[in-house]
């Protein structure tokens, strides 16, 4: 089993920036690739930016790319989403999630934590 568990969320007006962290815990060692989604209320859940735990190979989705910033800090077990230039439309629960290989789906999930961008 993996443990996700996200922070860092807040109240930000437009422009501004926040830092997104997600710690995993547990088997570790098992994770592969690890990524960022979001869902707004009403909306489906998107992906964000996902990363390669092993070779720091990363994507990102088109409404975040240039903003955006995904990392790792693989001797804390620790992801990164460094948000610039918020905008109203990135307003979300933020989710992290961990897989196993390197595409497909994820198989472990954070709780989630709010991001609301203020206009």
């Known amino acids: 089993q993996v443990q996700l568990v996200e922070s860092g969320g807040g109240l930000v007006q437009a422009g501004g920036s926040l830092r997104l962290s997600c710690a995993a815990s547990?088997?570790?060692?098992?994770?592969?690739?690890m990524g960022w989604f979001r869902q707004a209320p009403g909306k489906a859940r998107e992906s964000v930016a996902s990363?390669?735990?092993?070779?720091?190979?990363?994507t990102y989705a088109d409404s975040v790319k240039g903003r955006f910033t995904i990392s790792r800090d693989s001797a804390n077990n620790t992801m990164y989403l460094q948000m610039n230039s918020l905008k109203a439309e990135d307003t979300a629960v933020y989710y992290c999630?961990?897989?196993?290989?390197?595409?497909?789906?994820?198989?472990?999930w954070g709780q989630g934590t709010q991001v609301t961008v203020s206009s």
């Open positions: 999630a961990a897989a196993f290989l390197r595409t497909g789906g994820y198989n472990y």
């Open positions: 547990g088997r570790t060692f098992s994770i592969s690739r």
């Open positions: 990363i390669i735990w092993t070779d720091d190979w990363t």
